[in-house]
């Protein structure tokens, strides 16, 4: 079943791309100036909609065509970075890191001394592009990340054809590829997933053998949420029916990474809709939490760039109506100052995995 | 001490005895010994800064007599490693008794006491021209001059006393000559001949370039004639005489002025003498040394001198009249510039007259970039003018040069390593003017590095740096467009062969098709490489 849907990708896939080629030559073979036309990536074309509550693209378009002094080197990109996709990866059944596409397309234009690609910034934001172009996901393109997160529980998946119990992976767990698209549940026995932002707390639970005593899942990643992990929650989401709640530092960084999770983010709004989980919720550290135990005499005074961010987080539109949200930005910024979650090791090593979270679970003490 | 056994016992000498050698060394003796601080170090530049001295004699002399110059530079192979210099001018001439001692008496001049600008300041320059002539080939130097029509023309041939410091007349007799007036001056000197950045030449090339009122004809040693045209027919505006600031005063200058003055007091002393003393700046002087103001400057001794020099320095003095300067001005200097050099771009500034210790001066810039006579790899060339004369040699020791050094010219659109002169098809000219420019020495090849001449200079590279930026702004605009469509015609193999990948539709067609279309939309491309026409939905 798995391998006949993974094939079927390919070749959809595939063939979006060449869709894109049969429309420029179209153009050529018409006498007409080729162009390329998509969804605007930039800031000004991002969008809050607030009927799904996710970033989305607005309706600007912007084009691309070739006779251009300003578009060529770019439709020459955008061309050749599709024909690379196609012929080197879909083609041929293989996945390749963004830093391997990269290479791919670096190579100097015969007579000149310009070359395809000179930055991987360059070909990670065609890739980005072709993501509109197509509707297409990276993942689906076979274009991976580096992979930088965890997974450990009572989770049974099969990846690539290998069965995965990550009950049984030790204390670094199970690590998460970065395209998660085509991995297959399994067996799953919990009832809630616990996302942390911090490689150091899943390590910490984990040793406590947290997630077996409150049969849960425990998920972490090295601060901001790759692509792999968000789609491997959302699926987790939608197909288990599993609650996600998040774990982060008190402070605006740590906000922003539950909002990313379940608003989307401004990189990746094209992609909003494999993304984001509308029903995750923020379990701490809240300010209350800082009250409540007493760790006001653990806070780190705040610095301007903590500053700026408040300012910019308070505004966003999904936190600006939020009463609660706006409540814990002020106390914040009455405090003036932030915490990390370790600072609840000051009440004792396991007082986390053994106090603090199974009485927030209990309590159902959330954000949203 | 303890060695003292073995050492030889020498004999005491008294102080009588070394009085026998003490004597007065004549100034002409003294060059003899030091020809290098007067520029004849080697034979390549002793054969220059003769040409250079007769040539700024000539120049001076015909701006005297507010005649324009018609200059005529003959160099002459005598014998190997000997050349005949004549140099002659439609100057005033001089009157017989003079030329002897103007041209056979080192130090002995009309400029070193006035304070004004002129090319010549010391007197020096063609008697050390002479005398050189003198010690390499033993041949005196052939005077011809006329002051007017209605006298007749004095034909001198001269050497030098080099004991005594004064003329030796070899022949004295009256000519005809079918000049008006003017003079003729003819040197046999040892001397190297030789092309390129340090030769009489460049000199004569960079003379015309600053006086673009001078005509000049020059017949090399091959006896081929150049001739150096006149560009204007406006003569640079006389230079105003001005007394000395007391600002710029050295205390031996000063003890000579007081020896020399007619004043009959201290206080009548130095507002006569010096600008910008006025009766209460000469009172306050005076009250701050303790002297009496009705001391007769005669008597006033060494001490007292010395007194009044320091006092001097802590009396708030308004500082000179600037109005004594005689620029090339901005559009003079650009004709000479354009008229000697082939570029694509130039550019002129000329300063406000500033003040370095009491002393006038006025900086000028120019700037010629672009075109065949640049190679574009290079340090810049650079041009140095002193009161409009070429300075050629010890360029890394001048003010000018460590100008430009200091001088950011990434910013304007040159290269630059650290510490080193631009890169870039271009040459800078600056000419400082000022009653006295400060040399580091006699043989006035660099400019000493007075702050606030190093600061002027900047401030003029600077303001003509900012034009040249603008203009190599614009041309690089016009390159880049030129190269952007040219990759046009390579990008077309790589778009077909990428749409052949992905379409499985031939290469070749789809080039074809696009070098078609590139063809037909050539002008519009070209019109928006420029910047010109940009309706196109630009995305990025």
Redesign the interface.
Known sequence: MVKIKMVKQKNKSAEK??D???K??DD??K?K?PIITFS?RNLSNIVFDSKTRTLKLGDKI???????????????QT??I??IL??ELLESGKHEHLRGVFYMAKRT????N?N?VDEQSESDDIIEDLEVITGLSREQLHVSANKMGSMVGNVVLEDSGDTIDCSKLGRGGYSIPSITDELEFKKINAKYILYMEKAAIFERLNEDKFWQKNNSILVTSQGQTTRGIRRLLQRLSEEKDLPIYVLTDFDCWGFYIYSVIKYGSIALAHASEKLTIPGVKFLGITADDIIKYDLKKHLIKLNDQDLKRMKQVSEYEWFKDNKDWQRQLKMMKDFGAKAEIQSLSAKGISFISETYLPNKIKTKDFLE | MAKSKNQPKLELIKAEELAQQQREISVAAFFEKNRHLLGFDSPVKALATAVKEMVDNSLDACEEMHVLPNIIVIIKESGENRYIVSVEDNGPGIVKEQIPRVFAKLLYGSKFYRFFQSRGQQGLGVSASILYGQLTTGKPAKITSRISPKKPTHYYELHIDIAKNEPEIVVDKEIEWIKDHGTKVEIELEGKYQKGRLSVDEYLKQAAIANPHLNLVYIDPLKEKVEFKRVTNELPEEPKEIKPHPYGIELGVLIRMLRNTESRNLRSFLTNEFSRVSNAVADEIINKTGLKPDLKPKEISTQDADKIFRVIQQVKIMLPPTDCLSPIGEDLLLKGLKKEINAEFYAAISRSPAVYRGIPFEIEVAIAYGGSSFQQDELVRVIRFANRVPLIYQQSACAITRSILNTDWKNYGLQQSKGALPIGPALITVHIASVWVPFTSESKEAIAHYDEIIKEIKLALQECGRKLQTYIRKTVRVKEAKERISLFEKYIPEVANSLSILTGKKKELIVISLNKMLKKGLPELIAQANGENQNGKAKE
């Open positions: 791309l060449k894109l080629g049969n420029v030559v050529i073979d006498g100036n605007l912007g084009s691309r065509s070739f006779f251009n002094v300003a578009h060529s080197k770019k439709f020459l061309i050749e599709a024909s196609k012929k234009i015969p007579g000149t310009v395809i």
